[in-house]
């Protein structure tokens, strides 16, 4: 039995450090994290540029071993100058060019070296192929870059790593880790359609970081959704998520990439890397933090949500789920077309996919919903894909500046509407639509011009959400709340995944996700941001009669389907309820 029940800890060692350090500072190290973030798990690099020699390692190794830690391996696929191999070629991150013999050499010599000294090792997210230099141009020939990227780095992959390392020991497991970046695979190789059945375990990576004072501007929300894409994505065999310190301030903008991280339910949880949390202050909070996550973890189910349709090397929209999903909208990222019905939610890039219409088609005559996103319209109108036959809807290079919000409530027929005027306004574009063929739901705009934010439409058994979306995503945080209650609904499913829903009082700045799970328990956890305080948080439980928390604390709300919870910055809550 590990130290948590619901996840193992793990910490990753990089091979600078692995060569230089002296087993008293080890043993030192070790105790530093034994009494702060106690953990069960390294991974111990053999190769990050540098080799660590075989003598450090396994030092490393019998040290480990003596504290009860179990110890794989591992190896990140960067170099240093290869004296003239490195002539005329620009390669970010010290990344290999694989057009270059020299390199493919040396990262096949570091494979080997590694896979000699440990029975299981993983890639560090640096496996990709950045370099455009005139080698690669001459082998990309007539290929798209991505073309030549995907092809190369499978090529990679078989041959420059799984057949050298079963060849050294046949016995080898290897995990290939996918980065946090998971909108630009394609452009650097990264092929997780192919790749995930090719290695024997994938990783996930889970660093968001300060969203917008780093280079990514990743919306936090993906330290969850990019796990539940990668676990749909290989089942079981999703290893675990990694999250680093770096550029995370204030210190719960590190603190909630564990949270998120654990609230997807992962095997592993992934700490990067050992010299820079050694000494460092948020380790301190982070062991305090695991003990409640794995404490919670013990009563909550599966993860549910909306499920978002993201095919394989696809962009476009991207993170559009993750802005929502930190207004309050539960998903559930996958990969292939999610056939069980009810509601889906399809963004711009769902249009990877070349029969996506006549899937949806099928979808919505069968009695299932779909919330689409005014990109999806936009583009499938421009491309003539057929959407013509399920909306009335059409794009003629418009936009509107809202300030206004006119919102019909839920129901047939025409409803009464509730009028809110927000504090910024937020430019939409203007999806003109025919009356009474479609219908608005949500209009927004000023003074007597409106227009559509949500547009109903039905087809066969089912029916169509359009969501007008702001090309800045961010700027759905200016909605006025009223307005995020309308979309909200939309979302909710048929099934459990649609039975919680959140509203937040007018006016606030939060952002709230909710998580739900598959035996009626749920989650809430609150952002810090700039301006952010505690709130009070509405949660409608469709059929509901009681809450309790949990863990258990002596907080429980019986025979309503309102609850109120209050809730602080950098906080999290969960609840069973029935």
Not at 379 to 395: P, Q, V, Y
Not at 538 to 559: D, F, H, L, M
Request: charged share 25%.
């Amino acid at each position: 039995m590990g130290i948590y029940k619901n996840f193992t800890t793990v910490i990753f060692c990089t091979a600078p450090w692995a060569a230089n350090v002296t087993e008293d500072e080890l043993r030192e190290q070790i105790a530093f994290f034994r009494k702060y973030a106690d953990f069960d798990k390294v991974y111990l690099e053999a190769y990050r540029s540098i080799f660590a020699s075989k003598e450090q390692i396994e030092m490393c190794k019998r040290v480990f071993a003596e504290h009860n830690i179990e110890v794989s391996g591992a190896i990140t696929t960067t170099t240093d100058d290869l004296e003239t191999a490195d002539k005329n070629r620009q390669r970010l991150f010290n990344t290999f060019c694989y057009s270059n013999e020299a390199m493919r050499n040396h990262l096949k010599k570091a494979v080997e070296y590694t896979a000699s000294l440990f029975d299981d090792f993983i890639i560090d997210d640096f496996f990709f192929s950045q370099c455009r230099c005139e080698d690669c141009q001459k082998e990309k020939g007539n290929r798209s870059w991505e073309e030549f990227k995907l092809a190369t780095m499978l090529d990679v992959s078989e041959n420059l790593v799984i057949k050298p390392a079963k060849n050294i020991n046949p016995k080898i497991k290897i995990t290939i880790k996918f980065p946090n970046w998971q909108e630009s695979f394609q452009e650097t190789g990264y092929n997780p359609a192919v790749q995930k059945d090719m290695f024997d375990y994938i990783y996930t990576g889970t660093e968001t970081r300060h969203p917008s004072q780093t280079d990514q501007h990743l919306p936090r929300y993906l330290s969850y959704s990019l796990m539940r894409y990668m676990e749909n994505a290989a089942p079981g065999r999703n290893r675990g998520g990694w999250f680093d310190p770096y550029e995370c301030y204030p210190i719960d903008t590190y603190l909630e990439q564990a949270y998120l991280t654990a609230f997807s339910r992962p095997k592993e949880i992934m700490l990067f890397c050992w010299p820079s949390l050694y000494n460092n202050k948020v380790v301190t909070p982070l062991g305090f933090r695991l003990k409640q996550l794995d404490e919670i973890l013990s009563h909550v189910g599966k993860p549910v949500g909306v499920p978002v349709y993201l095919p394989y090397n696809a962009q476009g929209e991207d993170h559009l789920e993750d802005y929502l999903g930190m207004l309050g909208i539960p998903f559930e990222p996958v990969p292939e077309f999610p056939a069980s019905g009810g509601t889906i939610f399809l963004t711009v890039q769902a249009l990877q996919d070349r029969d996506i219409i006549i899937k949806l088609k099928s979808h919505l005559n069968a009695g299932g919903r779909a919330v689409v996103t005014s990109g999806f319209v936009r583009a499938s109108l421009e491309a003539k894909n057929g959407i013509e036959a399920l909306t009335s809807a059409r794009w003629r290079g418009r936009y509107i500046t809202a300030r206004e919000y006119h919102i019909t409530k839920p129901g047939p027929g025409m409803q009464p509407q509730v009028h809110r005027n927000a504090a910024e306004t937020v430019c939409f574009p203007l999806l003109e639509h025919r009356n009474n063929a479609s219908w608005s739901l949500l209009n927004a705009g000023q003074g007597s011009q409106h227009g559509s934010i949500l547009l109903r439409d039905t087809f066969g058994k089912g029916e169509m959400i359009t969501l007008a979306v702001p090309d800045l995503f961010s700027d759905l945080e200016k909605i006025p709340q009223a307005a995020l209650s309308r979309i909200r609904k939309e979302f909710q499913a048929k099934d459990s995944a649609g039975a919680v829903s959140i509203e937040l009082p007018e006016g606030t700045k939060a952002r709230v996700s909710l998580f739900l799970y598959d035996n009626k328990t749920f989650g809430l956890y609150s952002y810090t941001t700039d301006g952010s305080s505690p709130e009070q948080i509405r949660v409608i439980i469709r059929g509901g009669k009681s809450i309790t928390e949990i863990p258990v604390t002596g907080y429980s709300n019986p025979q309503k389907e309102a609850f109120d919870i209050r809730l602080s910055p950098g906080d999290f809550v969960f609840f069973q309820y029935t």
